[in-house]
C-alpha cells in the first residue's frame, strides 16, 4: 500500500472520529433540532453565497460558516478538509447546492449523520433549474424559493423566533427586486444581442435578459464539467471571438483553462469587451451586491460594444 493510499485511509478516519465525537457533544451539551443551548442556530454553507443569504435570514440569531469562500479557487477542484467535516458535525442546519455540483458535501454528511440536523439542497428547491446546468443560484427567481426554504428551516429549528424570521425573509426578497429591474432593462435594451459564454454558468443571466448565446453548448458544458471540448466546438468557439460575431464575451474568471485563457486573449485582441463572473461570491459584499455589480459591468460592456454608450 504506497504513502498516498495510507494518508488517504488516515484522513477519513480522523473525519469520522471527530465526527462521532461532535455528535456525542452534541447530544449531551444541549444542541437538538430546536437549535444551540446558547440559543444560536450553526449553520454550514457550501459555497458563500448561501451563506450569506441565510446569514441575512436569520440575523443574530444565527452563526454561519461558509466553506467554499474563496474566489481564487476553482470549486470544481475543491478537496474538502478535517476542519470541514468538525463545522459539519456541529451544524443543526447545512446548506448545499447539489445536482453534483458539491458532491464533497456528501461524503461530509455521510461522515457524521445527525438525525436532528436539516439539510437543505438548493438544486432540490430552485424553482426553475435549467438542463444540466447546476448553478442554480445565479436565477434570481431560484434564490427567492431557496431563501423560502432557508426560512422554513429557521422556523422549524426555532420557532420561537419566526416573526423575526419572517420579516427578515420579507426585506430579502424585496431587495431582490432591483435585481430583476435590471435584467428586465438589459433585456428592453439588448434582447437578440450575439454573446459568448466561456461556460453555462450564466445562462441563468442571459436567458431572461434575451441575450443570443451562440457559443455551442456543448463547448460550455464541457468547461464547466471540467472536462476538454471538442475540436469542433473550439473552434467554432474560437471563429465567434475572432471574426467578431459576439458583442461581449463572459468569462467565469474562477474556471480557467488553456482554451478558456485563448478565448481571453483573442476577445481583447479584437476589442471585445469583457466580463468576468465568478462561482464563488467575492468577499465583502453581500449576494445581491455581488449579482449586480456583475449586471451593472456587462450593461456598460454591451452599451459599449454597441455604441449606446453615454458619456
Known amino acids: 500500500m504506497n504513502r498516498k493510499v495510507i494518508a488517504v485511509i488516515i484522513v477519513v478516519i480522523f473525519i469520522i472520529i471527530v465526527a462521532a465525537i461532535g455528535y456525542f457533544l452534541i447530544k449531551h451539551e444541549g444542541v437538538s433540532g430546536s437549535g444551540s443551548s446558547s440559543g444560536i442556530i450553526h449553520i454550514v454553507a457550501a459555497e458563500n453565497f448561501y451563506g450569506n443569504i441565510a446569514a441575512q435570514l436569520g440575523g443574530s440569531h444565527v452563526s454561519v460558516v ?107 426578497n424585496d431587495s431582490l427586486a432591483p435585481l430583476q429591474a435590471r435584467m428586465d432593462e438589459i433585456k428592453t435594451k439588448y434582447a437578440g444581442t450575439p454573446v459568448a459564454l466561456t461556460e453555462t454558468i450564466y445562462l441563468y443571466e442571459t436567458q431572461p435578459m434575451g441575450l443570443d448565446v451562440i457559443t455551442p453548448f456543448d463547448f460550455e458544458k464541457a468547461i464547466a464539467e471540467g472536462n476538454d471540448p471538442s475540436a469542433e466546438s473550439v473552434n467554432v468557439t474560437n471563429t465567434q471571438i475572432n471574426d467578431n460575431q459576439v458583442k461581449v464575451l463572459i468569462y467565469n474568471s474562477q474556471t480557467v483553462t488553456p482554451v478558456t485563457t485563448n478565448l481571453l486573449n483573442a476577445a481583447e485582441k479584437n476589442n471585445i469587451p469583457v466580463v468576468p463572473v465568478s462561482e464563488t461570491m467575492p468577499p465583502n459584499v453581500t449576494y445581491q451586491t455581488w449579482i449586480m455589480n456583475e449586471l451593472n459591468n456587462l450593461e456598460q460592456s454591451l452599451a459599449r460594444a454597441t455604441g449606446n454608450l453615454k458619456l
Open 66 to 172: 461558509s466553506i467554499l469562500a474563496d474566489p481564487n479557487v476553482d470549486p470544481h477542484e475543491y478537496e474538502s478538509s478535517v476542519q470541514d467535516g468538525i463545522a459539519i458535525t456541529n451544524a443543526n442546519l447545512v446548506i448545499e447546492n447539489g445536482l453534483e455540483y458539491d458532491t464533497w458535501m456528501d461524503k461530509l454528511l455521510a461522515a457524521s449523520p445527525n438525525s436532528d440536523r436539516v439539510v437543505i439542497v438548493a438544486g432540490n428547491v430552485a424553482t426553475n433549474p435549467l438542463p444540466n446546468n447546476p448553478h442554480v443560484w445565479y436565477g434570481v427567481d431560484n434564490i427567492g424559493s431557496i431563501a423560502q426554504a432557508i426560512t422554513n428551516a429557521l422556523i422549524k429549528l426555532d420557532p420561537a423566533n419566526k416573526a423575526s424570521y419572517e420579516s427578515n425573509l420579507a426585506a430579502f
